[in-house]
């Protein structure tokens, strides 16, 4: 197989790598935005090429539901479908099997859920999280895994962590028998339990799969306790494949994480905050519904390349929430998108001239403790 | 005071002409889209400035109750709080109190209203609405005016329309102890009697204004009813003024208007539609939604230069309205306003090379008997 993930510099645990993909290179540490149903929700892919996003997710869960794999599969699979000629992740459903668990049921073979927007029953195997990630035609595919929530028992945590070793094989096994299509990615799991995780990283690098993901962090757990497995279990990872960090997308969450040597992270975050009226920016995060803005003829950030930055004030934007335009959600989204981008250009010119540690603390210093900092 | 209004060529009753603003020149007939609060809904003013609108609406009732007056009045007015640098035109809110009269009563004096956000009680006059106009600093004014339906009485139909006639008396004396800032509009009712029709453009045209709009048309009456006032009304219209037809904005009504000598129209038709998952295009109204698009491929319009057509199938747009994407507003609005632009182009040039009917029966066929109507 042809090398996929090259690690090229390393300043501590952070690494710059680069990750070789059909539809072109990705350099690492990269956030990957996520757009759910194949469009990133008010922003147009033209912008997202602008702004040289080379790596989206999409949501199998979702695109199984709506278009559905039938649609997509006449269509000639999504990056067709939906334009997109660069890359794409899909996640495998296990996720939103967790998160909407009131509609599912795990069961070692598969899980049987209802349909969320028409509550019609399916049924889910990780042969068939293959297959539909196949026909949507997706770069990078993710086995079905079991995800936990926080505070269940070490026996609960090992049964789920043995299903998910169990189908992460059958899923391998699946990807191998229709011809390897893009990279397998496996996520291990492992809940709160350092033993758990281990045996899981241990188990799962043994299957020697193109890059391996940290599952099930960030739901719910308290911040250090995040931060306390992040850094314990990403050393544990193979080294020369990628890392992934599964559903995190605030900055200190990603600087914890590069600092442990993670690669890879996704997250509706950024875009989700904007459709709140959220702006990210380096003095932290500005509620621009506050009435301190109302006035304010400054832009968000005037050295932001943004739609937003380059043409209206604070208090047009805040008006435009306010009044509830739809001008608001797709301006504020624009934002957001360059300034993860912008952010994670600093985080990789950081490690490259060894002085992450240091770039870490003061955009910590100035994001979280700024005097513009929002309660 | 400068000639702002000049007929360049006719083709029966139509005409071409140029409106000379201070915010630059507009070609007419033209089309104007509404930016009730200072945007467009769903599209951006870069969009709109690609496209060459150059005027737009913005509704004095709408901004009255959100930003407020005070605000803008900070901000320097509308133009520069919204960065949109062509011409705005500006309704009276005689419209919005007519449309949302549940809370509204009228007086001789003026209309008490409660907010349609939040209850609270506010009096508007005639002169408040000439003031709030000139806060607001658009380039075209509106009187005050009462706007009746279909059905009353002749007894009301006449009431109303002293109201009208008075009240304008009163924005013209405004709008002269305010120095004349901008183009201030009559607007002529009548209700659906004729005598009263022609009474109120004569009383309205000997204030000499320099413009006219014929209100309270397309208020729920039948088709044929708007065909006869408009072609009834537009003609005891003065010749060498702008004359406006206020409300309307699909084809036929434009065709209607345009043939008897109408120079200017608005309506959020094109972006409402837009936003309920219906294109315009010269073939008529497709409904998006419709299960024929599922496997369309197709964009709506290869000839059309918008963001939806220069890139997405119909397929694609249809999975996106049914999935409630963001993307679908923006996408199928910034259609519209495109279609209306080519719209408007065709009917200009048809009146200036002497074919006007005949490029209206050809449209009308085209557009409303097409076989991809839609029902």
Chains 1, 2 share one sequence.
Request: net charge neutral; charged share 25%; aromatic share 10%.
């Amino acid at each position: 197989m042809k090398q996929h993930f090259t690690v090229i510099h390393t300043d501590g645990q952070a690494r710059l790598g680069t990750l070789s993909l059909p539809q072109g290179d990705v350099a690492t540490p990269v956030f990957m935005p996520v757009g759910t149903v194949g469009t990133m929700k008010a922003l147009h892919h033209r912008r997202l090429e602008e702004l040289d996003y080379r790596l989206i997710l999409a949501n199998t869960y979702h695109l199984y539901l709506r278009p559905g794999l039938e649609l997509l599969e006449k269509m000639g699979g999504l990056p067709q479908f939906s334009t997109w000629d660069r890359n794409f992740l899909t996640d495998s459903g296990g996720f939103q099997f967790f998160s909407l668990s009131k509609f599912a049921k795990f069961t070692e073979e598969g899980v049987k859920f209802s349909s969320h927007i028409d509550g019609s029953k399916h049924f889910f195997t990780p042969e068939k999280a293959i297959q539909a990630q196949n026909i949507i035609g997706s770069h990078i595919k993710m086995v079905l895994d079991v995800c936990t929530p926080p505070n269940i028992t070490e026996k609960k945590a090992y049964q789920a962590h043995r299903t998910t070793v169990d189908w992460a094989k059958r899923c391998q096994k699946e990807w191998q028998a229709s011809g390897e299509q893009g990279l397998l990615f496996g996520i291990t799991q492992g809940n709160f339990y350092k033993d758990l995780r281990k045996l899981s990283i241990e188990e799962l690098a043994a299957l020697d799969l193109p890059g391996y993901a940290i599952g099930g962090l960030s739901v719910g757990e308290e911040k250090q306790v995040f931060e306390e497995f992040v850094h314990y279990s990403t050393p544990l990872l193979p080294a020369n494949k990628p890392r992934y960090v599964m559903g995190i997308g605030t900055p200190d969450y990603i600087l914890q994480a590069v600092e442990a040597g993670v690669d890879m992270f996704d997250c509706v975050y950024p875009t989700r905050v904007a459709r709140n009226g959220a702006a990210m920016s380096f003095d932290g995060l500005l509620s621009l519904k506050n009435e301190r803005y109302a006035l304010d003829n400054n832009p968000i950030d005037p050295d932001c390349t943004c739609s937003a930055c380059q043409r209206y004030s604070k208090s047009y934007l805040r008006h435009l929430i306010k009044a509830k335009e739809i001008n608001a959600l797709t301006l504020l989204t624009d934002h957001n998108l360059t300034f993860m981008k912008r952010f994670m250009n600093e985080v990789r010119a950081s490690i490259k001239e060894n002085r992450f540690a240091l770039y870490k603390q003061a955009f910590m210093d100035r994001y979280y403790q700024s005097s513009h900092k929002e309660s």
